[in-house]
T-cell receptor, first 114, second 115 residues
Framework: AQKITQTQPGMFVQEKEAVTLDCTYD???????LFWYKQPSSGEMIFLIY??????QNATEGRYSLNFQKARKSANLVISASQLGDSAMYFC???????????FGKGTTLSVSS | GAVVSQHPSWVICKSGTSVKIECRSL??????MFWYRQFPKQSLMLMAT?????????EQGVEKDKFLINHASLTLSTLTVTSAHPEDSSFYIC???????????FGSGTRLTVV
């Protein structure tokens, strides 16, 4: 069975600094997708970034980039120039190719201070 | 963009009653619907996966008779918490997939409180 591991329960960073949130996954599938979501206290799930297993380049979306190392089965999220509004819970998720499975890690709470 | 409307946003019910939560995809066909439960400061725990027109697949430990999931059409899935008890109080959230490894859309979640 697939498993997503986020080993950092909480991370603290100062405004304007970069931060890396770790995510490793375990799967025997060859084709899959990896996601990062942000969940503020309101509860909504905000999509941040997606990486396909066959994508050769690391995904980037504005201040977010995904450091994808397929051989190591890791998909770390890098947030550059942190902002106070980035304070939230962040989840890494794995999806199968068919779109019939979407599994989440335990999450990392990010706190950004001024 | 794709939108999933989830209702109600919050609900308070008496112990022993049933509560229905709806997730409706507004502008796309949701071939797969995932239902999650989330306790404060914890991860999204997958409860069940449903595909349109077929029975839901429940995760181990989730009571099928308590959490009834219906995915009658490509735009509507419902979760009914039957005979709710205080321990069922939680945040429930749905996610709709359109049959590919990307492109999941979440509902806004339902905060259920059973008193």
């Amino acid at each position: 069975a697939q498993k997503i591991t986020q080993t950092q329960p909480g991370m603290f960073v100062q405004e304007k600094e970069a931060v890396t949130l770790d995510c490793t996954y375990d799967t025997s599938d060859q084709s899959y997708g990896l996601f990062w979501y942000k969940q503020p206290s309101s509860g909504e799930m905000i999509f941040l970034i997606y990486q396909g297993s066959y994508d050769e380049q690391n995904a980037t979306e504005g201040r977010y980039s995904l450091n994808f190392q397929k051989a190591r089965k890791s998909a770390n999220l890098v947030i550059s120039a942190s902002q106070l509004g980035d304070s939230a819970m962040y989840f890494c998720a794995w999806a199968n190719q068919a779109g019939t499975a979407l599994i989440f890690g335990k999450g990392t709470t990010l706190s950004v201070s001024s | 963009g794709a939108v999933v409307s989830q209702h109600p946003s919050w609900v308070i019910c008496k112990s022993g009653t049933s509560v229905k939560i709806e997730c409706r995809s507004l502008d796309f066909q949701a071939t797969t619907m995932f239902w999650y439960r989330q306790f404060p400061k914890q991860s999204l725990m997958l409860m069940a996966t449903s595909n349109e027109g077929s029975k839901a697949t429940y995760e181990q430990g989730v009571e099928k008779d308590k959490f009834l999931i219906n995915h009658a059409s490509l735009t509507l899935s419902t979760l009914t918490v039957t005979s709710a008890h205080p321990e069922d109080s939680s945040f429930y959230i749905c996610s709709a997939g359109a049959g590919r490894a990307y492109g999941y859309t979440f509902g806004s979640g339902t905060r259920l409180t059973v008193v």
